[in-house]
DNA sequence: AACAGTCTCAACCGCCTCGAG
DNA sequence: TCTCGAGGCGGTTGAGACTGT
């Protein structure tokens, strides 16, 4: 009992999509609306499967569909929510309003994957790669003295080489691209945008920051994640993608720990117990605690920039969708907006910040 | 100028999910 | 409860553009 395959059909076309054939369906959808994919085709005169159409239309012609490069919150946000939850590029284009998971998708593949993986971070695990392997996977009973040696070590390893930011394959974003605007523009007249994209930008220090938080934001969301499915063992160290003081500091008690217990202050106040950890930004401090503090006073209120329990994740403006309760990324992307709004760090093209960024 | 290698991303493929009947 | 089909999803492909020699 094969189910009758979607797209077969005689003298179906395939292949790139002609602008006639992008106004023809742009037309029947404006005026008849989405939905009933599978006789769109016959209706808008297409010789098109409607599965095809759909993509077509949600991929590329839908309206509201944003276009060009991707900013450098955007990245940051791809990066912590699929350390969260992988391949999820349906999730993850939830949370950035007027994306599509297919260009996220792609996205990632062909720009964060690499990055990532320069940097020395498995892009699957989000740890750091096997050679340098993380002290987080080693069982409870090993020494955790040996833990923060190695975490040393493997930040150490980052900070060299490749690993500096002003070596990685900067962000290409926030070049002034015009972005792709008409439906009928196709693939053909592409060049010399792509040509422009390879011309690599460097990132902005938001973007600086935001590469040190995603690193770190990662490793907490696996410590969130993992206490919600009850699997985070107690007095596990973080991952040595955390910095030294980090990692040690962070001896969570995860049998107590709820991080999205109901009682948010029972929450905050714990974390802010255990989390008294400071970050260093180019001689400015950064208190997690206080993060946690204008975390929980925000907490039920509408904010822009930090992202509450059962609130509106907030990105670059724009609302998307609700945020699940289950998901730890709302806060993590708070503590990433905290950590901008609160930074004066200004990027310098010429300086090193192997030096300066003291994570 | 020509060629080969690399990169990008739109589009396709096949499986999965979910709701209607 | 079961079946069916539309739509959703993630992985993969391949054409076209770019880069290096």
Same mark, same amino acid.
């Given at each position: 009992?094969?189910?009758?395959?979607?797209?077969?059909?005689?003298?179906?076309?395939?292949?790139?999509?002609?602008?006639?054939?992008?106004?023809?369906?742009?037309?029947?959808?404006?005026?008849?609306?989405?939905?009933?994919?599978?006789?769109?085709?016959?209706? %808008?005169?297409?010789?098109?499967?409607?599965? +095809?159409?759909?993509?077509?239309?949600?991929?590329?012609?839908?309206?509201?569909?944003?276009?060009?490069? @991707?900013?450098?919150?955007?990245?940051?946000?791809?990066?912590?929510?699929?350390?969260?939850?992988?391949?999820?590029?349906?999730?993850?284009?939830?949370?950035?309003?007027?994306?599509?998971?297919?260009?996220?998708?792609?996205?990632?593949?062909?720009?964060?994957?690499?990055?990532?993986?320069?940097?020395?971070?498995?892009?699957?695990?989000?740890?750091?790669?096997?050679?340098?392997?993380?002290?987080?996977?080693?069982?409870? +009973?090993?020494?955790?003295?040996?833990? +923060?040696?190695?975490?040393?070590?493997?930040?150490?390893?980052?900070?060299?080489?490749?690993?500096?930011?002003?070596?990685?394959?900067?962000?290409?974003?926030?070049?002034?691209?015009?972005?792709?605007?008409?439906?009928?523009?196709?693939?053909?007249?592409?060049?010399?945008?792509?040509?422009?994209?390879?011309?690599?930008?460097?990132?902005?220090?938001?973007?600086?920051?935001?590469?040190?938080? %995603?690193?770190?934001?990662?490793?907490?969301?696996?410590?969130? %994640?993992?206490?919600?499915?009850?699997?985070?063992?107690?007095?596990?160290?973080?991952?040595?993608?955390?910095?030294?003081? !980090?990692?040690?500091?962070?001896?969570?008690?995860?049998?107590? @720990?709820?991080?999205?217990?109901?009682?948010?202050?029972?929450?905050?106040?714990?974390?802010?117990?255990?989390?008294?950890?400071?970050?260093?930004?180019?001689?400015?401090?950064?208190?997690?605690?206080?993060?946690?503090?204008?975390?929980?006073?925000?907490?039920?209120?509408?904010?822009?920039?930090?992202?509450? !329990?059962?609130?509106?994740?907030?990105?670059?403006?724009?609302?998307?969708?609700?945020?699940?309760?289950?998901?730890?990324?709302?806060?993590?992307?708070?503590?990433?907006?905290?950590?901008?709004?609160?930074?004066?760090?200004?990027?310098?093209?010429?300086?090193?910040?192997?030096?300066? !960024?003291?994570?």
């Amino acid at each position: 009992m094969s189910r009758k395959p979607c797209c077969v059909g005689e003298g179906l076309k395939k292949g790139a999509w002609t602008a006639e054939e992008d106004k023809k369906l742009i037309s029947y959808i404006y005026d008849h609306g989405e939905g009933g994919w599978r006789d769109i085709p016959q209706k %808008a005169g297409l010789k098109r499967c409607g599965k +095809s159409c759909r993509l077509r239309w949600a991929n590329y012609l839908k309206p509201d569909i944003k276009r060009g490069e @991707f900013s450098d919150e955007e990245e940051q946000i791809i990066i912590m929510l699929h350390a969260s939850r992988g391949n999820k590029w349906s999730v993850i284009a939830r949370h950035l309003p007027k994306r599509t998971d297919n260009e996220i998708k792609n996205y990632w593949n062909t720009h964060l994957k690499k990055r990532l993986t320069d940097q020395g971070i498995d892009p699957v695990t989000h740890k750091p790669l096997a050679s340098n392997p993380s002290p987080a996977t080693l069982k409870p +009973s090993d020494d955790s003295q040996d833990d +923060s040696s190695k975490s040393r070590n493997s930040e150490e390893k980052l900070r060299s080489g490749s690993t500096s930011p002003t070596s990685l394959p900067p962000s290409s974003s926030s070049s002034n691209l015009p972005e792709r605007s008409s439906s009928d523009e196709t693939q053909k007249n592409d060049g010399s945008l792509r040509s422009k994209k390879r011309c690599f930008k460097r990132s902005s220090s938001t973007s600086k920051v935001l590469n040190k938080v %995603a690193t770190r934001a990662s490793s907490i969301g696996d410590v969130l %994640a993992a206490s919600m499915e009850g699997t985070f063992i107690s007095s596990t160290t973080l991952s040595p993608s955390l910095n030294d003081d !980090f990692s040690e500091t962070c001896q969570f008690q995860m049998d107590e @720990f709820d991080p999205f217990s109901e009682s948010s202050e029972h929450t905050t106040g714990h974390m802010k117990e255990d989390l008294s950890i400071n970050f260093y930004l180019n001689n400015s401090e950064y208190d997690f605690s206080q993060f946690l503090e204008e975390f929980s006073t925000n907490e039920g209120e509408e904010t822009e920039n930090i992202g509450g !329990f059962n609130q509106d994740l907030v990105m670059s403006g724009v609302s998307s969708t609700s945020v699940d309760e289950d998901n730890p990324i709302p806060n993590i992307t708070g503590w990433s907006s905290y950590l901008v709004d609160h930074s004066d760090f200004v990027y310098d093209t010429n300086q090193d910040y192997d030096e300066d !960024f003291r994570f």
